[in-house]
C-alpha cells in the first residue's frame, strides 16, 4: 500500500479530528492520496473542480461524487469557465485553470474550518516544474520546485497548501489504485501536445532520459538541494525585510532606501520581489531581468527617480525613501505639509493657524532669535518689510522667488521646488507665504532674499510651521 512505499504517515503535525480539503480530480494521484489519508483515520472533505475544458467534463464531477460517497466521505464542488478566465485576464489555460481551482478549494477550506487543502501532486510533477522553469528561465525561486507545504496569501494568510505525495512517483500511485481495485479516470488533456507541460512529459523528459537513465531523479535531487538554499536566502531577506521597511499597505510599501541600495545585488533582488509578491498577490510571473533592472536602479546614483515595473508597479526614489507602488496618488504626504486652496491672512501675535496636521505661528520680536538647529521649519524676516498683507498660500502657474543666497537674483518656483528636490505630488499644495503677491518664505526650504534680516532690521517676525 502506498503509506508503506513512504514508511511514514503521510502528514504530520495534523489532527485527524479537523477537516483537510482534499482536491481529488478523478486521476491516480488523487484517488491514492484520498485512499491513504481515509487509511490513516483522517477528516476528510472530498473537493472538485470543473474546469469546463471538455463538453463531457461532468462525467469526471460524477465519477468523483461516486468514489466520495464509497468512503462515505462529504462531497463538494464548483465548475467554472476556465477559457473565459484565461482571455479576462491574459493567462494561460494552465494558470487560470489553477487559480480559479485554488480559489474554490480555499473557500471551501474556509467554509469548513479545515486545517489544511490537500492535493495530489507528485515527484512527476516536481521534475516537470523544476524543468519548466528553467526553460522560460527562473532564479532559485522558480527551480527550487514546489514545496511540501507552503503558505499562499492570495488564496488564504492562513490555512496551508500540503502535498503528501510529493516524494512519490507517478507510477507508485498507479500501483496503489491498482492494488487496492481503483479504477482511476485520466483527463484527456493530459494526452494533448497543446499544453506546455504535456510537451516536456510526453517529448522532452524522455529524450533526456536517453542521455541521463535517471534524469527524474537527477532533477528532483537538485530541486531538493535548492530547496534548501532558497530557504536561507528567504530567512535572510524576511530578517532584512524587516530592518529596511518603513511602511506596508495593500497600495504601496516603503523602504529605507539608503541601507537597501548598500546591500549585494542579490539580496535588493529577493527584497523587491518579496514586495511584488505582496501587492500583486503573486499572480504575476515577475522575471529575473526585471529584478536586475530594479536593483541597480536602488544601488545606483543616476538621476533618475522613478523606473516602470511589471503589471503597473512604480518603483520611486523620494529623498531617502523608495517606494513601491501602483499609483503615485497611493503614497502618503505625511512627511509634506498641505493645505487646500483658500488663501489664509496671517497676523502677528494673533492664535496660530492650523491647517490639516500642520500649525503656523507668527510672532513679532524687538530683537533676533537665534534658532536652533537652523530648522528649515524657522525663519526672522525683517518686519518692516514684511508689513501686515501676509498671506499663506499654493504657488501659482509662473511665479517667481528670490531665494536667500542668490545676492537678489530670482527663479521660478517650479525650478527651485525641483532643485531641492521637493518631491513633484507634494508641489501643487505645498503651503507658500506670501507679502501681496511676493514670496516671503518657502517653509522647509529658503526665506526670500527680498526681506532678509540686516543690521538696518530694528524688530522681526519669527515664523514657525510645526505638525501637530
Same mark, same amino acid.
Given at each position: 500500500m502506498l503509506c508503506a512505499l513512504c514508511g511514514k504517515k503521510l502528514v504530520n503535525n495534523f489532527s485527524p479530528?479537523?477537516?483537510?480539503?482534499i482536491g481529488v480530480s478523478g486521476g491516480a494521484d488523487s484517488l491514492s492520496l484520498l485512499g491513504t489519508l481515509h487509511e490513516q483515520g483522517y477528516s476528510l472533505i472530498v473537493a472538485h473542480f470543473d474546469h469546463q475544458l471538455r463538453s463531457d467534463s461532468t462525467k469526471d464531477t460524477q465519477f468523483v461524487r461516486e468514489i466520495a460517497a464509497q468512503y462515505k466521505l462529504p462531497f463538494v464542488t464548483e465548475s467554472g469557465d476556465v477559457t473565459a478566465h484565461a482571455k479576462k485576464y491574459k493567462e494561460s489555460i494552465e494558470? !487560470?485553470?489553477r487559480n480559479l481551482r485554488y480559489k474554490f478549494l480555499f473557500e471551501q477550506a474556509r467554509k469548513h474550518k479545515a486545517q489544511a487543502v490537500a492535493v495530489g501532486h507528485t515527484a512527476d510533477d516536481q521534475v516537470e516544474t523544476v524543468l519548466m522553469h528553467f526553460l522560460r528561465g527562473a532564479g532559485l525561486s522558480g527551480l527550487k520546485g514546489i514545496e511540501e507545504r507552503i503558505i499562499l496569501p492570495y488564496f488564504d494568510p492562513k490555512i496551508p497548501l500540503i502535498r503528501p505525495i510529493l516524494h512519490l512517483w507517478r507510477e507508485e /500511485?498507479? !500501483?496503489?489504485?491498482?492494488t487496492h481495485n481503483l479504477e482511476y479516470h485520466e483527463d484527456p488533456s493530459n494526452v494533448s501536445n497543446d499544453f506546455f507541460r504535456n510537451r516536456l512529459r510526453h517529448n522532452l523528459i524522455p529524450e533526456l532520459s536517453k542521455y541521463n537513465p535517471r534524469f527524474r531523479e537527477t532533477l528532483l535531487r537538485t530541486s531538493h538541494a535548492l530547496q534548501g538554499d532558497y530557504a536561507l536566502i528567504s530567512e535572510l531577506t524576511?530578517? /532584512?525585510?524587516?530592518k529596511i521597511t518603513l511602511a506596508e499597505s495593500e497600495k504601496y510599501i516603503s523602504f529605507s532606501l539608503s541601507p537597501l541600495a548598500e546591500l549585494p545585488l542579490a539580496l535588493i533582488r529577493n527584497i523587491i520581489k518579496t514586495g511584488m509578491e505582496k501587492l500583486l498577490c503573486g499572480q504575476s510571473n515577475i522575471s529575473f531581468s526585471m529584478l536586475e533592472s530594479a536593483a541597480l536602479f536602488i544601488s545606483s546614483s543616476q538621476s533618475a527617480q522613478q523606473?516602470?515595473?511589471?503589471?503597473?508597479?512604480?518603483?520611486?526614489?523620494?529623498q531617502d525613501t523608495l517606494y513601491l507602488t501602483f499609483d503615485l496618488a497611493n503614497l502618503p504626504l505625511n512627511d509634506f505639509a498641505q493645505m487646500g486652496d483658500s488663501a489664509i491672512p496671517i497676523i502677528f501675535d494673533e492664535k496660530p493657524v492650523r491647517f490639516g496636521d500642520w500649525i503656523l505661528t507668527a510672532q513679532c520680536l524687538s530683537? /533676533?532669535?537665534e534658532l536652533k538647529n537652523a530648522d528649515p521649519f524657522q525663519v526672522t524676516l525683517d518686519a518692516a518689510l514684511l508689513g501686515e498683507n501676509l498671506t499663506l498660500r499654493t504657488r501659482r502657474a509662473g511665479e517667481r522667488f528670490h531665494p536667500l543666497g542668490m545676492s537678489g537674483k530670482s527663479m521660478k518656483v517650479k525650478d527651485f521646488m525641483i532643485n531641492v528636490k521637493l518631491p513633484k505630488r507634494a508641489r501643487e499644495n505645498y503651503p507658500i507665504l506670501y507679502m501681496g503677491d511676493e514670496i516671503a518664505w518657502i517653509p522647509g526650504y529658503q526665506p526670500s532674499h527680498l526681506f532678509r534680516v540686516t543690521e538696518k532690521t530694528q524688530s522681526v517676525v519669527l515664523l514657525k510651521l510645526e505638525k501637530r
Amino acid at each position: 500500500m502506498l503509506c508503506a512505499l513512504c514508511g511514514k504517515k503521510l502528514v504530520n503535525n495534523f489532527s485527524p479530528k479537523i477537516p483537510i480539503i482534499i482536491g481529488v480530480s478523478g486521476g491516480a494521484d488523487s484517488l491514492s492520496l484520498l485512499g491513504t489519508l481515509h487509511e490513516q483515520g483522517y477528516s476528510l472533505i472530498v473537493a472538485h473542480f470543473d474546469h469546463q475544458l471538455r463538453s463531457d467534463s461532468t462525467k469526471d464531477t460524477q465519477f468523483v461524487r461516486e468514489i466520495a460517497a464509497q468512503y462515505k466521505l462529504p462531497f463538494v464542488t464548483e465548475s467554472g469557465d476556465v477559457t473565459a478566465h484565461a482571455k479576462k485576464y491574459k493567462e494561460s489555460i494552465e494558470e !487560470a485553470a489553477r487559480n480559479l481551482r485554488y480559489k474554490f478549494l480555499f473557500e471551501q477550506a474556509r467554509k469548513h474550518k479545515a486545517q489544511a487543502v490537500a492535493v495530489g501532486h507528485t515527484a512527476d510533477d516536481q521534475v516537470e516544474t523544476v524543468l519548466m522553469h528553467f526553460l522560460r528561465g527562473a532564479g532559485l525561486s522558480g527551480l527550487k520546485g514546489i514545496e511540501e507545504r507552503i503558505i499562499l496569501p492570495y488564496f488564504d494568510p492562513k490555512i496551508p497548501l500540503i502535498r503528501p505525495i510529493l516524494h512519490l512517483w507517478r507510477e507508485e /500511485t498507479m !500501483a496503489y489504485c491498482e492494488t487496492h481495485n481503483l479504477e482511476y479516470h485520466e483527463d484527456p488533456s493530459n494526452v494533448s501536445n497543446d499544453f506546455f507541460r504535456n510537451r516536456l512529459r510526453h517529448n522532452l523528459i524522455p529524450e533526456l532520459s536517453k542521455y541521463n537513465p535517471r534524469f527524474r531523479e537527477t532533477l528532483l535531487r537538485t530541486s531538493h538541494a535548492l530547496q534548501g538554499d532558497y530557504a536561507l536566502i528567504s530567512e535572510l531577506t524576511r530578517s /532584512t525585510w524587516q530592518k529596511i521597511t518603513l511602511a506596508e499597505s495593500e497600495k504601496y510599501i516603503s523602504f529605507s532606501l539608503s541601507p537597501l541600495a548598500e546591500l549585494p545585488l542579490a539580496l535588493i533582488r529577493n527584497i523587491i520581489k518579496t514586495g511584488m509578491e505582496k501587492l500583486l498577490c503573486g499572480q504575476s510571473n515577475i522575471s529575473f531581468s526585471m529584478l536586475e533592472s530594479a536593483a541597480l536602479f536602488i544601488s545606483s546614483s543616476q538621476s533618475a527617480q522613478q523606473i516602470d515595473l511589471a503589471s503597473g508597479l512604480i518603483l520611486l526614489k523620494e529623498q531617502d525613501t523608495l517606494y513601491l507602488t501602483f499609483d503615485l496618488a497611493n503614497l502618503p504626504l505625511n512627511d509634506f505639509a498641505q493645505m487646500g486652496d483658500s488663501a489664509i491672512p496671517i497676523i502677528f501675535d494673533e492664535k496660530p493657524v492650523r491647517f490639516g496636521d500642520w500649525i503656523l505661528t507668527a510672532q513679532c520680536l524687538s530683537f /533676533t532669535p537665534e534658532l536652533k538647529n537652523a530648522d528649515p521649519f524657522q525663519v526672522t524676516l525683517d518686519a518692516a518689510l514684511l508689513g501686515e498683507n501676509l498671506t499663506l498660500r499654493t504657488r501659482r502657474a509662473g511665479e517667481r522667488f528670490h531665494p536667500l543666497g542668490m545676492s537678489g537674483k530670482s527663479m521660478k518656483v517650479k525650478d527651485f521646488m525641483i532643485n531641492v528636490k521637493l518631491p513633484k505630488r507634494a508641489r501643487e499644495n505645498y503651503p507658500i507665504l506670501y507679502m501681496g503677491d511676493e514670496i516671503a518664505w518657502i517653509p522647509g526650504y529658503q526665506p526670500s532674499h527680498l526681506f532678509r534680516v540686516t543690521e538696518k532690521t530694528q524688530s522681526v517676525v519669527l515664523l514657525k510651521l510645526e505638525k501637530r
